[in-house]
């Protein structure tokens, strides 16, 4: 084998594929460009699904008409000159890279302050003036012509489409100051204001009604928007997550913000959610990843705290699900989404208690409050209730257990067994004191005073799966929730009208009653005003 050194072109294509991974990749790059360029008007085309063309203009400072061939030579820029700038980049680009790997794998034409160059396969085709335009305009055309293997992974056009238009719409919901706007084939696609109210830039990425449903983020260091419990995806789609407004991916802010829906979403569900942190820039490192999509923290604990923090006092603003009575008028059922609806916000507890009319459909508790009617699911607001109380217990709080008539042996498989003593603690904290019997048993001496003897011995192999089997951030939450959801009263029980207060009463005290701990609605409420409206009565 003999070592020789690369020739230009396949050095150029080699680099090329770090940055231009899709069509979307042009896009993000010439947008973090026309952003580090100062631009408040940043306009994307996309056609044939971003093979056919990608333009971006915008009304940044510009290109110097002298340095306009230079911009496109690898390792060619304006944002770092010395090995210490690398330690603290306030930039959203840096490395020098992008110009000349998109013209390596397309031809691309740009127009700047009265100049114009055009390029194709990287090499300069033509250069001359050209009129002037505020700004930056550069136009991508026939990407990956010259590397046709390349084409063979791209997706479908509706896929790359997608990916591109995601791009624009996480830069517009970070930067509200911005007026952006995207066509896709001709149509338009997207269009902000660029006013600086993140709500409208959400309206214009999102629809109003998601908007309308998301909560302000504000903390030293931490801007943005999150969604209200009464509205969630099915992946984590909708989540941006930035660090000084650059989108990146990170697992820790990730958690951090999952942590904080953690009893307040059903499994498998995730908030919509838009957050920008602003950290220092040597505290940060944004250059551990090809295409700058990963960060390093020097102090990942305390990002994630702050997260964690900010989004949790954010959620304590969250309102209880409503329904809409023009479905129902309509002769529809409501859906989930026609259920997650503006409505008023949650009582202060104990600022108004529900008063109990009674118990409907083997499970539902139907009380009249100020603003009107309020359906209960009775086992997801007890599992609320109950979930708080062995929370706080397993925190330190005060351990209430009841012994039992007879004690019970539960034979546990030696994972669980193991469990009995490393967790020997938070059994004890939730009330329960067991004893090793024998190999592969043990026995149960006394309980919590509110689950049911007849349910202790599964109760108690739930939650010892729970502490054996999370994650540590996760162990208190979920062993609490198992524990709550055992002891709960069940879906179809009966409940007398003394059960049904106390019940009612617990649950406008206890702290994020909206949702059970896995996520589902407690209660739904049937305005007044709804109903006056339905009854088409005036007063």
Known sequence: MTIRRLSPEVADAIAAGEVVERPASVVKELVENALDAGARRVAVEVRGAGRGLVRVADDGAGIPPDQL??????????????????????????????????????????RSQGARIRLRAGAVADEGSAPP????????????????ARLKFLKSDATENAAAAQVVRSYAALRPDVRFELVVDGRRALATGGDGDRRAALAAVLGAQVAEAMLPVEADGLRGMVSEPRLSRGSREAIVLAVNSRPVASHRLQHALEQAYLGRLERGRYPVAVLDLAVPPGEVDVNVHPAKREVRF????????????????????????AMPL????????????DIALPIEPAPTPPATVLRPLGQVLDGYLVAEGPDGIVLVDQHAAHERVLYNRFLARLRGGPAPSQALLLPQVVELEPSLTAATTEHAERLAAVGFEVEGFGPGAVQVRAAPVETPPERVAEALVDLLSSLAGARPDDRLEQAAASIACHSAVRFGDPMDLTEQRRLLEELERAEDSITCPHGRPTRLALSAQELRRHFRRNY
Do not use: W
């Open 298 to 321: 020097k102090d990942e604990g305390a990002m994630y705290g702050l997260v964690q923090k900010a989004v949790l006092a954010a959620l304590g603003g969250s309102r209880v699900f």
């Open 326 to 337: 023009q479905a129902v008028a309509a002769g529809t059922a409501p859906r989930v989404s």
């Open 133 to 148: 335009t505020p700004g930056t305009v550069i136009e991508v055309r026939d990407l990956f012509a010259n590397t046709p």
């Open 69 to 110: 061939s230079l911009a496109f030579l690898r390792h060619a820029t304006s944002k770092v000159e010395r090995l210490e700038d690398l330690a603290a980049i306030a930039t959203l680009g840096f490395r020098g890279e992008a110009l000349a790997s998109i013209a390596a794998v397309a031809e691309v034409d740009c």
